[in-house]
């Protein structure tokens, strides 16, 4: 196909899409207590079919993470975006929750195979003077989308009565013109052998990359659970233990965290990525301290500063991460690289809102978002800590 768009129109084309997939994955939120209401399924279910999405991307991630390090960007972008346009027309039709469980996981499995092409043709796309600005969008791309897609849900479940349909109509349009946009970009990734022996599952991590991207699991799991508990519980914790039923106080609870993250990573682009994970990290832990304060407390205005704090430190701390370890890997090992960073996240994102979800019966609700925020502290603290070591090496 000939190519159309020229380097920059691509490169705002690629940014939009990428947000545009991140729209969708966060605008399920609040419209899942609606489908409890509607169809009347068990409470659990609902981090089920949050999680779902997680575990459709950590099995794309896994499969073909790196498969456009070897056959070209764009055809794996093309591929991704034609499946995600699937999904949205799942959710269109969908007519109970086993149909949008399936939506989520098909979902997941579009995003899990783009986010790593994604991230790696942003950086690849980006203009010379500014190739840092790919590295960033890649980072920020992601929150925002999370954090908008659930706020605009929030206003359609609040004030229209076709939700659904409205929303996912509208991100079918959003995922069809970024398609086209990601056909008639110029392909930005020498072709390599080994394809077909890419999609083994596995996790590639240049040796030179190692120690960084060891250094920053714990704040990926801390900053990630933080986003997960927003995501994915803001919900039930906004109608069962504030005793408030609004679609549009669901949106919004779960627009702060990650629409601060956006913003803390764009802002924060121009720092070094060491002292931006750094901070990044304590913003994190303090947030979570805070959250715990207010669900303890029954404060509904802590719940928010809190998410407001550690969603700043969630797009730092991510931001910063993607910046230190993306320089240490080639051109050829970039995609695989970001596949493992996207695995560690997404495992971080999912697998604690399932648990946390199968001790909601026999702990309670805030019992359990108690503990959960706990572990963010703790995972928070080791983060500080790896950082901190792998600083005093470097200084040695």
Avoid: C
Avoid at 231 to 258: E, K
């Amino acid at each position: 196909m000939t190519t159309t768009l020229s380097p920059r129109l691509a490169f705002t084309g690629a940014g939009i899409a990428f947000a545009s997939l991140y729209l969708a994955a966060g605008a399920p939120t609040p419209l899942l207590v609606l489908f409890e209401r509607q169809w009347g399924f068990a409470p659990w279910v609902l981090t089920i079919a949050f999680a779902a999405y997680a575990i459709g991307l950590l099995a794309a991630l896994l499969v073909v993470g790196s498969l456009s390090d070897h056959v070209g960007r764009r055809p794996v972008l093309v591929g991704a975006l034609t499946v995600e346009l699937v999904a949205m027309l799942m959710f269109v039709f969908a007519p109970n929750i086993g149909w949008v469980i399936a939506a989520r996981v098909v979902q997941g499995i579009a995003t899990g195979a783009a986010s790593s092409a994604f991230t790696a043709a942003l950086v690849e796309l980006a203009p010379p003077e500014h190739k840092r600005l790919g590295a960033i969008v890649g980072a920020v791309a992601p929150a925002g989308g999370l954090g908008l897609g659930a706020l605009l849900t929030g206003v359609a479940v609040q004030f229209t009565h076709e939700a659904n349909r409205i929303v996912f109509v509208t991100l079918a349009v959003l995922i069809f013109l970024g398609t086209v946009a990601a056909a008639a970009s110029a392909e930005t990734a020498t072709r390599q052998s080994g394809a077909l022996a890419s999609l083994r599952p596995r996790v590639t991590i240049p040796p030179g990359a190692r120690r960084e991207f060891a250094a920053a699991a714990p704040v990926h799991l801390a900053s990630w659970m933080f986003a997960g508990l927003f995501m994915g519980l803001s919900p039930s914790i906004i109608r069962d233990l504030f005793g408030i039923d609004s679609g549009l106080l669901n949106g919004a609870t779960a627009f702060v965290p990650p629409t601060a993250a956006a913003v803390a990573g764009f802002v924060l682009g121009r720092h070094a990525p060491r002292r931006v994970i750094v901070l990044g990290a304590a913003a994190v832990l303090t947030g979570a301290a805070i959250v715990v304060a207010g669900l303890a407390g029954h404060v509904l205005a802590l719940l928010w500063v809190g998410g407001l704090i550690g969603g700043a430190g969630f797009g730092a701390s991510f931001s910063g991460a993607l910046r230190a370890v993306g320089p240490l890997a080639e051109a050829h090992q970039r995609a695989g690289l970001f596949a493992a960073v996207f695995l560690a996240a997404y495992l971080s994102f999912g697998v604690p809102a399932i648990v946390a979800g199968q001790l909601v019966a026999p702990l309670g609700l805030l019992r359990t978002t108690l503990w959960y925020g706990l572990a963010i502290v703790l995972a928070a603290a080791a983060g500080l800590a790896a950082q901190w070591r792998i600083t005093l090496r470097s200084a040695g």
